[in-house]
């Protein structure tokens, strides 16, 4: 078989050149991939669009598989590149989000327009572009030349949107066909400035549910006030124990195995970009949580775990009344080193001794997940990344959000990359859902451009 560099010296012209020369297939191509709906939370479009997904792993000369577990299938393509070539895994997910209200959309969110310079629908940037960009560089690979630079493993989560409850589970029944060296995932938006990034890690989280009763139903206060307990006064001061006025959480060990930023990390936090009082303007603040003074933006962001109040549920505010119930939802996003299972029985651990009448129950919980920035790898992503767009990417350590990265690192225990292919303004989950053209062109020459990389 054919290595890379020799693939490379035999296509008949550069990636983005190949690419500019079919991108009006390439446009038609993803539209009619859009119109299909694959909404994981309700069903919308389910079974065709595992179908679909299929055909369009075919498409780009892939062996297609369907692996079928509890959850909504998850699509594979495999092909196998050069005889010690690199194995990589390219993730995405061919789910949606639900449209959510049509008044609110331009045009109708699953018969795609092409306007301004973007394709405007569900699922264009998040994540059918992106993953149908890696598609169509790997059928760009099998028509010019017939080999790819390197062994390819597709994987499209059927149920991303709505957490990806079973992908671990499907995994580990079928590792076989994850034995890769490395794993890629396309998701996210690029930066905001509009730069190209190279990510590194997420947050994980726990999420819990906090709940006081009282008496059978909700009762008059003057009738019944200090005869019967308020739930409504047991959780606020269940909740009020876990924090103290400060902002330090007062929960024994909770943030005991946490592994600080290494100096890489640090490093590169402090060489992005950032304009902190655009960003605090554009949230109607001018000020950081002062609880958390003395650390920077993004080591808040990333660095450290956080324990936020979601929202709170008991009672009515127009009525004089004592509650029958109060629930609180509370989540935790985690750092590395932190174990999901041990942090929910700390705090549980704290509400038996601060709150006792108070029950506390885990919704679901992911670990953190980081890939070291000094990696191997990096560099050769950050040069697929160049040698389309003229331009250095930003290479983030970690987002503070929360995505299923842990399975890769943790269950397949190999590197995981995140590759952004989407504007910033995509308007994922929103109305107007879009994808610029530009990007999605430069992203498909850059998806070329990564196995060229990583197969030299
Ligand atoms: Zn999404």
């Known amino acids: 078989m054919t290595d890379a560099s020799t693939i490379r010296a035999q296509l008949p012209a550069t990636p983005r050149e190949l ?19 694959s909404v994981s939370a309700t069903g919308e479009g389910f079974p065709a669009a595992t179908d679909v997904a299929v ?16 959850g909504r299938p998850l699509v594979v393509g495999h092909r196998a590149g050069p005889e010690g070539a690199p194995h990589v895994l390219l993730y995405g997910h061919y789910d949606v989000q639900p449209a959510g209200p049509r008044e609110r959309w331009d045009s109708d969110p699953f018969t795609p327009v092409l ?15 992106q993953h149908y960009a890696h598609l169509q560089a790997l059928r760009l690979f099998d028509e010019h030349i017939g080999a790819l630079p390197c062994t390819v493993t597709v994987l499209l989560d059927g149920e991303e949107e709505i957490g990806s409850p079973t992908l671990a589970d499907t995994l580990r029944a079928h590792q076989e066909l994850f034995d890769c060296d490395l794993v890629v995932w396309s998701d996210r938006s690029v930066h905001e400035s509009g730069e190209w990034c190279v990510s590194h890690g997420v947050r994980g989280m ?4 906090i709940g006081a009763s009282g008496p059978s139903h909700p009762l008059h206060s003057g009738n019944f006030g200090n005869v019967a307990p308020n739930p409504a006064w047991r ?9 103290d006025p400060s902002g330090r959480v007062l929960v024994e060990g909770f943030d005991d195995g946490r592994e600080p930023l290494s100096d890489a990390d640090r490093a590169a936090f402090a060489a992005l970009p950032l304009d902190l009082q655009e960003v605090l303007g554009g949230i109607g603040l001018t000020e950081m949580d002062p609880a958390f003074n003395g650390l920077s933006f993004y080591e808040r962001l990333a660095d450290r775990p956080t324990l936020t109040i979601n929202g709170i549920t008991t009672g009515d505010v127009d009525r004089t009344i004592i509650p029958d119930t109060a629930e609180a939802g509370v989540d935790i996003r985690l750092t590395p080193g932190q174990d999901p299972q041990t942090v929910f029985e700390r705090v549980a651990a704290h509400l038996r001794v601060h709150a006792p009448e108070v029950t506390v129950t885990m919704v679901g919980g ?3 997940s980081r890939t070291p920035i ?3 790898h990096t560099p050769r992503v950050a040069r697929a990344i160049s040698r389309v767009t ?14 299923p990265d842990w399975i890769f690192t943790g269950i397949l225990g190999v590197p995981s990359i995140g590759l952004p292919l989407a504007n910033a303004d995509q308007a994922n989950h929103a109305p107007n859902e879009n994808l610029r053209v530009d990007y999605f062109l430069d992203a498909t020459a850059i998806c070329m451009e990564l196995l060229l990389e990583l197969g030299s």
């Open 115 to 129: 306007r301004d310079g973007r394709i405007w629908g569900r699922g264009t940037g998040d994540n059918k572009g």
């Open 374 to 376: 000094d990696n191997p």
């Open 55 to 70: 055909e369009e792993v075919k498409r780009a000369g892939l062996t297609p598989s369907v692996l079928v577990g509890k």
């Open 235 to 243: 959780l606020v001061q269940a909740l009020a124990s876990l924090k």
């Open 390 to 403: 003229g331009r250095d990417p930003l290479l983030v350590p970690a987002y503070g959000g929360t995505l």
């Open 366 to 368: 992911v670990p953190a």
């Open 206 to 209: 726990i999420r819990l549910r």
């Open 19 to 37: 690419v500019q020369g079919c991108q009006d297939e390439l446009i038609a191509g993803l539209m009619a991939y859009v119109s299909h709906p």
